[in-house]
């Protein structure tokens, strides 16, 4: 059973017993992102969870750090997300206290060192060339800025050169001193450990993490028709990326709307991987993605198309959305299955549980059980999907880019 509990400073402390594994992670999710980050410092998040890899009080190097983690044959990182950023250690179930102060320390104890900044900065340069130059990433990012103009959302989230060249040190402590709180910070262990042990480590490496104030981000405004963009490159493929803004976790679509997606692009069965590649041949590859966040949510179709038929190709796909009505209680029930399986597959090991249930403390503030979510799956009626397919694929809230 999960357990919850609340450490003297406000930092929540998730418990996911899994005495059957021989390992165990440990997961530290700080409900900070790229949605946070001002106009002026985008890319902040992402970059100071870069920099946090570059030392720390304890391990004052990378070096260092690195060779405390292949010490015990573990495996660390981490990871800058729009709504949440979560560094993660996964090692035996014996070095659990180990990997517990190298969590530890990269949230509590990160240096920020001044020397380290210039060397992660041409890192991330060099990363925001690589979304530039692969077409299937320059498609989803010029899709974003259509569908969240002059928001966060619409960025990169990485940054821009501009803004990336602009950060310095006292940003990094500031943001640190603002978000990287213990109420905004969720421990989670999981695998096989001994519960009361696990309470003293945690309420001790995590003692010095100060209680911060509430931060929010920039709500999104409603915007008009959605617009379309073709950017010319020398590509083999067209790459597409459609869609429109969806709908929130918090909502009551946001279960049909996971279900319209396993329907539309999800398997080699889906609508249109069918329709458009295996019948009518215009892609090569066709899925879809439906990322539901706090206050909205995304709903993206991806293609690799012929490019002498990527216009008919995209006509096809559009043409696929506007036949929402005629999904089937077959096509429904095929649904339900794959998310049943797919949701097992998920949660396979420590680390996937740790994130799933830290990902539901941090975001949602409550503990839904993966076999209640099925059971809300399951209950999902045909007639829900179909509005909800209605409500998302209007003319005005579809967006397209095409690069190639």
Do not use: W
């Amino acid at each position: 059973m999960v357990e919850v509990y609340q450490l003297k400073n406000q930092l929540r402390l998730v418990l996911v017993p899994l005495v059957e594994l021989p390992s165990v992670a440990v997961v530290g999710m700080v409900k900070t992102g790229s949605r946070y980050d001002k106009p002026e410092k985008e890319g902040l998040a992402h970059f100071y969870e870069h920099l946090v890899f570059r030392g720390t009080k304890k391990y004052p190097t990378k070096k260092e750090l690195a060779l405390t983690v292949d010490k015990i044959g573990a495996e660390y990182n981490g990871a800058t997300a729009q709504e949440y950023t979560f560094y993660y250690v996964k090692s035996a179930a014996v070095y659990l206290q180990s990997a517990l102060e190298i969590v530890s320390q990269l949230l509590v104890e990160p240096l920020l060192a001044e020397e380290s900044l210039d060397v992660e900065r041409k890192i991330i340069l060099e990363e925001l060339h690589m979304y530039e130059d692969v077409p299937q990433y320059k498609a989803e990012m010029e899709i974003m800025k259509l569908l969240y103009p002059r928001h966060p959302l619409g960025k990169t989230g990485v940054g821009s050169p501009r803004t990336i060249e602009r950060i310095r040190r006292e940003d990094f402590l500031d943001f640190q001193q603002n978000f990287y709180t213990a109420d905004k910070t969720v421990l989670v262990v999981a695998g096989n450990f001994p519960k009361k042990e696990v309470k003293k480590m945690a309420e001790n490496y995590f003692a010095k993490m100060k209680t911060g104030e509430p931060r929010e981000f920039l709500p999104v405004l409603p915007i008009g028709k959605v617009a379309k963009k073709r950017i010319r490159r020398k590509t083999d493929q067209a790459h597409l990326s459609l869609g429109g803004r969806a709908f929130s976790y918090f909502s009551r679509e946001r279960f049909p709307q996971t279900l319209l997606n396993i329907i539309l692009g999800q398997g080699m069965s889906s609508r249109l991987f069918q329709r458009i590649r295996e019948e009518a041949g215009l892609a090569y590859s066709v899925k879809s993605e439906a990322e539901a966040l706090a206050d909205t949510g995304v709903f993206l179709i991806s293609a690799g198309l012929n490019r002498q038929k990527a216009e008919k190709g995209v006509k096809e796909i559009r043409k696929e959305l506007k036949n929402i009505k005629s999904i089937s209680q077959e096509e429904l029930a095929k649904a339900k299955n794959y998310f049943q399986g797919q949701l097992a597959l998920s949660l396979e090991d420590s680390l996937a549980q740790a994130l799933f249930y830290g990902k539901e403390i941090l975001l949602e503030g409550k503990i839904v059980e993966p076999e209640k979510i099925i059971k809300k799956i399951k209950k999902v009626k045909l007639a829900e999907v179909v509005e909800v397919g209605e409500k998302i694929f209007t003319a005005n809230n579809i967006g397209e880019v095409i690069v190639g």
